[in-house]
């Protein structure tokens, strides 16, 4: 079949382009401890809820988590053939756009005391305690969205692609280069790990589902 070019023409305007610049990082529901670790840094103090709806603003650039497939390889006659196994799930880097005082540094840092130890504050040589590993439940998120927006005048504040991790944390808080020979901005990467995700497209409702029973509910053959 020969291309034509009003067929083209009426794809891209129908459904446009996605840009790069119409997002937005959402960091919400974070555990208790997690709050309260923020709260009682000796940088912050009470303001873990002005440092949190201030990473939507400075979140300068995301990458969107990518999905792999464990494959296995299988023969029976003839040539093998891959069959699909376990989905691995790639941690994603996010770079946030740092304050005077560097309180969104210290903020993934307290973070992250939740999970090695609280160690970092102390102000004598930590022993012991200081870093006892949390329990998984006291620091995962289900609450990190990656939004994407369409950026056009229909619905402008309306999502088009909304992505969720599950049971993420901050697994790296990468360094901070300084130098006298730059006064540029100073800026903050943070590498997320997680579980799995899960999306919502445009138009995308989800079918509410009770939770399975696994283990339970067993009656074997014959009683």
């Known amino acids: 079949m020969p291309f034509n070019v009003n067929d083209f023409t009426a794809e891209m ?3 446009g382009f996605a840009r790069g610049d119409f997002f937005e990082v959402s960091l919400t529901a974070l555990p208790q ?3 309260d670790a923020v709260n009682q840094s000796a940088l912050l103090g009470p303001s873990y809820n002005s440092v949190l709806n201030g990473l939507r603003f400075r979140a300068e650039s995301v990458t969107v988590p990518q999905r792999a497939i464990t494959p296995i ?3 029976d006659y003839g040539a093998p053939f891959k069959i ?3 989905a691995n799930y790639i941690e994603i880097d996010v770079t946030f756009i740092l304050s005077k005082d560097l309180r969104e540094r210290n903020f993934f840092l307290c ?3 939740v999970i ?3 160690h970092r504050l102390r102000e004598t040589t930590a022993r012991g305690s200081s870093f006892d590993l949390g329990y998984f439940d006291d620091y ?3 609450g990190l969205e990656i939004i994407h ?3 056009d005048d229909e619905e402008p504040g309306s999502p088009a692609y909304v992505t969720q991790l599950r049971d993420a944390y901050p697994l790296n808080v990468g360094p901070v280069t300084r130098s006298w020979a730059s006064a540029e901005i100073l800026k903050q990467q943070v590498t997320f790990t997680y579980r799995y995700f899960s999306e919502k497209p445009s138009g995308f409702n989800a079918t509410p589902r009770k939770p399975e029973n696994i283990g339970f509910g067993f009656v074997p053959i014959g009683i």
């Open 13 to 15: 305007n129908g459904g």
């Open 33 to 35: 401890k997690v709050r």
């Open 73 to 75: 390889e299988y023969k």
């Open 84 to 86: 699909g196994s376990t």
């Open 111 to 113: 973070w992250q005391d």
């Open 116 to 118: 090695v130890g609280d």
């Open 140 to 142: 995962k998120c289900d």
């Open 149 to 151: 927006y369409p950026g």
